[in-house]
């Protein structure tokens, strides 16, 4: 079993920063392949960003590319993801996920281990 949390979160206005930081424990954290989805207040869960297993490839969401930095410290079994230019609409709860079997993906079916969540809000 894999067990991931979150930390991180919180309010900030816009045009701020904020880095989410995702530790996972239970398995060899280099085997892992990482990602980060939201879930806006009525809205459905998706897709931010992804790491592969030694953080050779990073894959982003459209609207946050530019923005948003995912990384990743195997020795610390940390990922991060660093949400700079923050805007109204990137509030919402954020999910950090893993899977042993992918190389990346932004396909939420394909992630077996998530964390609780963690809100961020950004007001205008």
């Known amino acids: 079993q894999v067990q991931v949390v979150e930390s991180g979160g919180g309010l900030v206005q816009a045009g701020g920063s904020l880095r989410l930081s995702c530790a996972a424990s239970?398995?060899?954290?280099?085997?892992?392949?990482m990602g980060w989805f939201r879930q806006a207040p009525g809205k459905e869960r998706e897709f931010v960003a992804a790491i592969s297993r030694r953080g050779s490839s990073r894959y982003y969401k459209d609207s946050v590319k530019g923005r948003f930095t995912i990384s990743r410290d195997n020795a610390k079994n940390t990922v991060y993801l660093q949400m700079n230019s923050l805007k109204p609409e990137d509030t919402a709860v954020y999910y950090c996920?893993?899977?042993?079997?992918?190389?990346?993906?932004?396909?939420?079916?394909?992630?077996?281990?998530w964390g609780q969540g963690i809100q961020v809000t950004v007001s205008s």
């Open positions: 239970g398995r060899t954290f280099s085997n892992l392949t």
């Open positions: 996920a893993g899977d042993l079997r992918i190389p990346i993906s932004s396909r939420e079916s394909e992630y077996h281990y």
